[in-house]
């Protein structure tokens, strides 16, 4: 059993301000290509899905003159630490089991390196899955961020998310039985 829903936390009024701040749109997106992902890379699709809907939920809007700053942005942007916490202090406020709560932050915090002094990270499975589905959905020049969806039919689709994770969650369940 999931302890927390992809509609439960559509709902509570951190996602609403801070997913919706840095796209709603792709951060569905997102999660449908992790849902993709991690049946290919053998990854939990609840932790991988959780994490792709999160990961920009740490984004800062660094604006200048109503223009977004790209260079501000690069010099100062900890989206990913702050995202990690971020939504590390929600999934537990919904009642996430703490150790996955951590595995999708850590997924978090390293789904970019943009932020780290040059180097190769070597990810988990689950965090490259995180880190693919990001790019998936990527646009030119950050467009994904600006494409708009209704609340209506995001839960919608959260709510078909919900449903294909259980069914797995179910499938795999009963496999184990036999
Ligand atoms: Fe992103």
């Given at each position: 059993m999931r302890r927390v829903s992809f509609v439960e936390l559509f709902k509570h009024p951190i996602t609403q301000k801070y997913v919706k701040r840095s796209g709603m749109a792709h951060a569905i997106s997102c999660a449908y290509?992790?849902?993709?992902?991690?049946?290919?890379h053998g990854v939990d699709p609840d932790l991988a899905c959780k994490a792709a809907f999160l990961h920009d939920i740490g984004h800062y809007t660094w604006y200048s003159n109503g223009?977004?700053?790209?260079?501000?942005?690069?010099?100062?942007d900890i989206h990913a630490i702050k995202g990690a916490e971020r939504a590390h202090k929600l999934l537990i406020r919904l009642g996430e089991h703490p150790k996955r709560a951590k595995e999708i932050a850590l997924a978090i915090l390293l789904h970019t390196d943009s932020y780290l002094p040059e180097g190769e990270l070597e990810l988990s499975p689950l965090q490259k899955v995180v880190a693919l589905a990001d790019e998936a959905d990527e646009e030119p020049n950050g467009d994904h961020h600006y494409k708009t969806i209704s609340d209506e039919k995001a839960i919608q689709l959260l709510a078909k998310l919900d449903q294909l994770i259980n069914n797995v969650q179910n499938e795999d369940?009963?496999?184990?039985?036999?």
């Open positions: 290509h992790a849902f993709r992902l991690a049946r290919i223009n977004w700053d790209f260079e501000l942005y690069k010099e100062n369940r009963w496999q184990q039985s036999v």
